[in-house]
């Protein structure tokens, strides 16, 4: 599974960097604008351990506000199921927010919690959380008839049966869309550092832009795709684990 | 749906509630177990507080296997008739086993086990028995007439054959267009104890389909 996914992903880099090289040298243009390969090697040899350490902090980050997007999103898809106002207030509530773009909020966020850690993780969150919430509440507020009448029939049913009921039998969804999510919370971080972070790869990359710098970015680009695809891979393993678990495979 | 329906279920036993698809019987057996509220007319029970209804759809939660969730849902006080149930269901081979690992049958004698084990006063069983081969369908139903003589049954089923032979009284249920449209037949009440009246069961037969 991983081997197939760094696989993928190097394929598509590398034909990528190829088209690049391609317009280069048939347009003959400057290693100012699109670096040579060698060029690019040095840079990857020179920046290669700062990058890493770089990614590696940003996808940390991405971690979190995913951790934490899934946290909010199971709590508001909870509420969001009931059949009474307040379910229905928060459905109609997530939809007409998730329409509004979080990065047009992101420099709010930055003025007020500044660019450290509590920013770049409150953006990554809020960016990979509302297709999270609108699938939970899609996910938990679709009854499942056929199991929940015998509890509801011998009054059994309670909000955690339910909510568990609906889970289960939509696990496969649920994993999907988490793993799904996870690439919008890398996104989500990267747009936050690119904004105004003080650290991680996209900061990194706001650096190089100021530097007209393409090999930094091809670089960073590198490290960017192995490493959200080890997590991704990852996220995948625990979901196939969890299915297991469960009996659901 | 309905218009002008009556119809009456006078003394506990196995009855049940017959007629062509779409006639309205899922629909009548929820209106009676309350599934369904809006109608209007009035439906009377009497001596009966707690009204279930099972169909053969449902299925069972699929993180518990079998025996984990008939344990979980059994009041103690049927614990012993559990293992009854289980035994002349032929479900002891199924109980490690999980619900969608299950044959269709098997599920569908499962459910209705389960539904057993609570603590009811009408069990409307709607097509419960889909599936099921005759020779453990009639054994099904032999042993659920002996162990629940006092209880309610209404068995919603399409089986002309079974329903005269095993129901004391059957409601054919009518089209809206034809009156009455409900028409109560008296059936063998058959227990396994009585030789069958091959002549009757036949009679009987031909008043359902007549009826219907």
């Known amino acids: 599974m991983l081997h197939r996914r760094v696989y993928q992903f190097l394929i598509i880099y590398f034909i990528g960097l190829g088209t690049l090289m391609l317009v280069k040298y048939s347009l003959n243009l400057s290693d100012y604008t699109i670096p040579g390969v060698s060029e690019i090697w040095t840079t990857c040899r020179r920046y290669f351990g700062l990058y890493l350490m770089a990614v590696l902090n940003t996808l940390c980050v991405a971690i979190l506000g995913h951790l934490l997007s899934i946290c909010m999103a199971t709590v508001v898809g909870i509420i969001g199921r009931l059949t009474i106002w307040i379910g229905s207030f928060i459905r109609v509530a997530a939809y007409n927010i998730q329409a509004y773009p979080i990065v047009a909020v992101a420099p709010i966020i930055f003025i007020l919690l500044g660019d450290g850690l509590s920013s770049r993780l409150l953006i990554a969150a809020m960016i990979c959380y509302f297709p999270l919430l609108l699938s939970f509440i899609g996910i938990l507020s679709e009854p499942v008839q056929e199991i929940e009448h015998f509890f509801e029939s011998t009054r059994r049913m309670n909000w955690r049966l339910q909510v568990k009921i609906r889970a289960f039998e939509n696990i496969h969804k649920l994993i999907t869309v988490i793993v799904g999510s996870a690439t919008l919370a890398m996104v989500g971080t990267i747009v936050a550092e690119f904004i105004a972070a003080s650290a991680g790869i996209g900061y990194s990359i706001r650096i190089a832009l100021y530097q007209s710098d393409l090999a930094k970015i091809l670089v960073a680009l590198f490290l960017i795709g192995v490493c959200t695809s080890v997590y991704l891979v990852f996220l995948e393993w625990l979901g196939w684990f969890i299915k297991r678990r469960l009996g659901s495979i | ?212």
């Open chain 2, 1 to 212: 749906m309905f218009r002008q329906l009556s119809c009456q279920v006078t003394e506990p036993g196995f009855h049940a509630l017959f007629g062509p698809s779409g006639v309205g019987k899922t629909t009548l057996a929820k209106m009676i177990a309350g599934d369904i509220t809006e109608f209007s007319g009035d439906i009377n029970l009497h001596r009966i507080r707690h009204v279930l209804y099972t169909y053969n759809l449902e299925r069972l939660p699929g993180w518990y296997c079998i025996r984990e969730h008939l344990e979980a849902i059994t009041p103690k006080s049927n614990r012993q008739r559990m293992t009854e149930l289980v035994d002349s269901f032929g479900l002891q081979s199924c109980l490690d086993s999980r619900f969608a690992q299950l044959s269709l049958g098997q599920q569908n004698r499962t459910n209705l086990a389960r539904y057993l084990l609570q603590d009811f006063d009408l069990l409307i069983m709607d097509e419960s028995l889909a599936n099921v081969d005759e020779i453990t369908k009639e054994k099904i139903i032999l042993k659920i007439k002996s162990l629940f003589p006092e209880r309610c049954f209404l068995y919603i089923s399409h089986n002309v054959v079974e329903v005269s032979k095993f129901c004391k009284q059957i409601v054919v249920l009518r089209n809206q267009y034809k009156a009455p449209q409900a028409v109560t037949l008296h059936g063998q009440d058959y227990n396994g104890r009585r030789t069958l009246k091959q002549t009757e069961l036949e009679q009987i037969m031909l008043e359902i389909v007549n009826a219907s």
